[in-house]
């Protein structure tokens, strides 16, 4: 398995968050993420300016095999979005924590971040899929 970068925080359904100071996040799906849903084939990213809602579907990313929703780990305003994924996608499953962030959002409520599942926790949740 992949190491799981210290400073990230994730959701159940393996998204990542990874806050950059200034009120801002990046987000984009794990390394797990990635090696379950295969080589990546499109990505549908929100539009710089959209709100989004902790919990909710905000944005899509499709493998041969399938279409999965990204969910918000965070509420809040779309303030940048990785725009090359567009023409290379497989860029996630190259470098899911790194080149492979899908968009950045100026959270609206920090506070939601303690709510999310810290690396050892998300290592955890992992293994126990497994099993």
């Known amino acids: 398995m992949s190491e799981i970068p210290g400073d990230l925080k994730f959701l159940k359904s393996h ?3 990874r806050a ?3 009120g801002k996040a990046t987000i984009g799906i794990s390394d ?3 090696g379950l849903l295969g080589d990546l084939v499109y990505v549908e990213l929100p539009n710089v300016g959209d709100s989004v809602e902790a919990g909710n579907a905000c944005a899509v990313v499709e493998s ?3 279409a999965s929703d990204v969910y918000a780990p ?3 305003k779309v303030v940048e979005v990785n725009a ?3 023409d290379k996608p497989e860029t996630i499953n190259e470098d899911a924590y790194g080149d492979g962030w899908l968009f950045v959002v100026e959270i609206e409520d920090a506070e ?3 709510e999310l ?4 926790d998300y290592a955890e949740l992992l293994e126990d899929d497994e099993h």
Request: glycine content about 16%; charged content about 15%.
């Open 15 to 17: 998204e990542w968050v």
């Open 74 to 76: 965070v509420s809040g």
């Open 64 to 66: 041969v095999k399938a």
């Open 112 to 114: 939601q971040l303690n």
């Open 117 to 120: 599942l810290g690396p050892d």
């Open 32 to 34: 797990h993420a990635q």
């Open 20 to 22: 950059e100071g200034g």
């Open 84 to 86: 090359a994924l567009a």
